[in-house]
């Protein structure tokens, strides 16, 4: 049975920085693409930021510079440390793995202040 478990998220002001967690387990980790979308209230989930199996990151333009997508393949964890943090950001956030199926954290709520 696969699991992603995020942890992390929180009320923040404008500005400073949260770093989220995805644990993974069930799943080759090491061999799976991982990534973050997020969900605002209204709005379509989007993605933020993937990380291939081989560490390449990628990122959408609205968080590029800001966020930074990490994984830790001896811990199967995933990472997403956010700075500079704009109310814009406000979503809930969730991890996704993928090897040949995609998989879904059920998501933790990220929510910045102004």
């Known amino acids: 049975q696969v699991q992603l478990v995020e942890s992390g998220g929180g009320l923040v002001q404008a500005g400073g920085s949260l770093r989220l967690s995805c644990a993974a387990s069930?799943?080759?980790?090491?061999?799976?693409?991982m990534s973050w979308y997020r969900q605002a209230p209204g709005k379509q989930r989007e993605l933020v930021a993937t990380?291939?199996?081989?560490?390449?990151?990628n990122y959408s333009d609205s968080v590029k510079g800001r966020f930074t997508i990490s994984r830790d393949n001896a811990k199967s964890t995933g990472y997403l440390q956010m700075n500079s943090l704009k109310p814009e950001d406000t979503a809930v956030y969730y991890c996704?793995?993928?090897?040949?199926?995609?998989?879904w954290g059920r998501g933790t709520q990220v929510t910045v202040s102004s």
């Open positions: 996704s793995a993928k090897d040949i199926w995609t998989y």
């Open positions: 069930g799943i080759m980790f090491s061999l799976s693409a």
């Open positions: 990380i291939t199996s081989g560490g390449s990151p």
